[in-house]
């Protein structure tokens, strides 16, 4: 299996900053020193073109990041300050998420260590996010003639708003998202189908209701590739998640989503997306479960299913 990574392109944070960036080198180091992952399956994709960026981002938003000329507003609004690193880091990320697709549509299964920028509209950032790695990765993949349709599986806590909003009118990416409805952002844009769930909400009411739906997403998608935002922050000690399930229970979400989509025959890239646990130990627990989940799911199983 083909993991990306990029977390080696850093960026400078204020001390105390919320965005948990020593999450990715550190699960990288355990995916290794676990024996998950062998050195040869990690590979460092290419950095997002200008061209790539621009199937989705407004060429005005484009110059603004490049050239550093972002407004204070529209720098706070990300939440991340300026500098060059992290638009070298954030263009990683979004070709991180691009090479997995690729490899997915080869392989059955990849996965990008980051991505699931999911609330990057196309002329702004916001919420950690710069550039919308899953729209662009759709978009590029379709502009290649690669794949025609593509269903996006966001199960991280928070809405993908950026994404809904970049495909609110294109019925060939559908935009599935289950997350907390009181939580950020306020303002939930329409997806093809929003579960919001309350406060609190726990394994059993988030996995019958995964169940319920997945099928029915897949039959209506009719996609030719699967985008997965496996976001750890559902965690019931996440401090910006506010629901309530357990590293078991996400575990089975995992395993839903991965076995209903390779049984289907219908190539899954898997992105890591949100995660911020009181602990940061939790968070890396929760991806590694992840990646050392997808790992046991061998290539033939999707194969002998296509």
Same mark, same amino acid.
């Given at each position: *299996? !083909?993991?990306?990574?990029?977390?080696?392109?850093?960026?400078?944070?204020?001390?105390?900053?919320?965005?948990?960036?020593? =999450?990715?080198?550190?699960? !990288?180091?355990?995916?290794? %020193?676990?024996?998950?992952?062998?050195?040869?399956?990690?590979?460092?994709?290419?950095?997002?073109?200008?061209?790539?960026? +621009?199937?989705?981002? +407004?060429?005005?938003?484009?110059? =603004?990041?490049?050239?550093?000329?972002? +407004?204070?507003?529209?720098i706070r609004r990300i939440g991340l300050p300026w500098s060059p690193q992290l638009v070298e880091r954030s263009r990683r990320s979004v070709?991180?998420?691009?090479?997995?697709?690729? +490899?997915?549509?080869?392989?059955?299964?990849?996965?990008?260590?980051?991505?699931?920028?999911?609330?990057?509209?196309?002329?702004?950032?916001?919420?950690?996010?710069?550039?919308?790695?899953?729209?662009?990765?759709?978009?590029?993949?379709?502009?290649?003639?690669?794949?025609?349709?593509?269903?996006?599986?966001?199960?991280?806590?928070?809405?993908?708003?950026?994404?809904?909003?970049?495909?609110?009118?294109?019925?060939?990416?559908?935009?599935?998202?289950?997350? $907390?409805? =009181?939580?950020?952002?306020?303002?939930?844009?329409? %997806?093809? *189908?929003?579960?919001?769930?309350?406060?609190?909400?726990?394994?059993?009411?988030y996995l019958e209701v995964l169940q319920r739906a997945l099928p029915q997403v897949l039959s209506l998608a009719k996609a030719d590739l699967?985008?997965?935002?496996?976001?750890?922050?559902?965690?019931? $000690?996440?401090?910006? $998640?506010?629901?309530?399930?357990?590293?078991?229970?996400?575990?089975?979400?995992?395993?839903?989503?991965?076995?209903?989509?390779?049984?289907?025959?219908?190539?899954?890239?898997?992105?890591?997306?949100?995660?911020?646990? !009181?602990?940061?130990?939790?968070?890396?627990?929760?991806?590694?479960?992840?990646?050392?989940?997808?790992?046991?799911?061998?290539?033939?199983?999707?194969?002998?299913?296509?």
């Open positions: *299996m !083909r993991v990306y990574y990029h977390d080696v392109f850093t960026f400078p944070l204020p001390e105390g900053h919320r965005f948990p960036a020593q =999450k990715y080198p550190l699960l !990288r180091q355990r995916l290794l %020193s676990q024996g998950v992952l062998h050195p040869d399956e990690l590979l460092l994709a290419e950095a997002a073109t200008q061209a790539q960026l +621009s199937r989705v981002h +407004s060429a005005e938003y484009l110059t =603004k990041v490049n050239r550093g000329s972002l +407004s204070e507003k529209e070709g991180s998420t691009i090479a997995a697709c690729r +490899s997915a549509l080869e392989q059955g299964l990849s996965i990008s260590l980051g991505g699931g920028t999911h609330h990057a509209y196309p002329d702004h950032g916001e919420g950690f996010c710069v550039f919308n790695d899953v729209a662009v990765a759709a978009r590029t993949l379709q502009a290649e003639g690669l794949v025609r349709r593509v269903v996006i599986l966001d199960l991280d806590v928070h809405q993908g708003n950026g994404t809904a909003a970049t495909f609110k009118d294109d019925p060939s990416v559908f935009t599935f998202s289950i997350h $907390g409805e =009181k939580n950020f952002p306020y303002h939930k844009e329409p %997806s093809d *189908m929003d579960i919001g769930l309350p406060d609190g909400s726990a394994d059993e009411v699967a985008i997965y935002l496996a976001g750890a922050d559902p965690f019931a $000690g996440d401090r910006l $998640g506010r629901l309530a399930l357990t590293k078991g229970g996400l575990a089975e979400r995992d395993r839903l989503v991965i076995e209903t989509c390779l049984r289907a025959g219908l190539p899954l890239a898997i992105t890591l997306a949100g995660g911020y646990a !009181r602990q940061l130990e939790d968070t890396v627990e929760i991806h590694l479960q992840t990646v050392s989940l997808a790992k046991s799911y061998l290539p033939h199983e999707y194969q002998a299913n296509r």
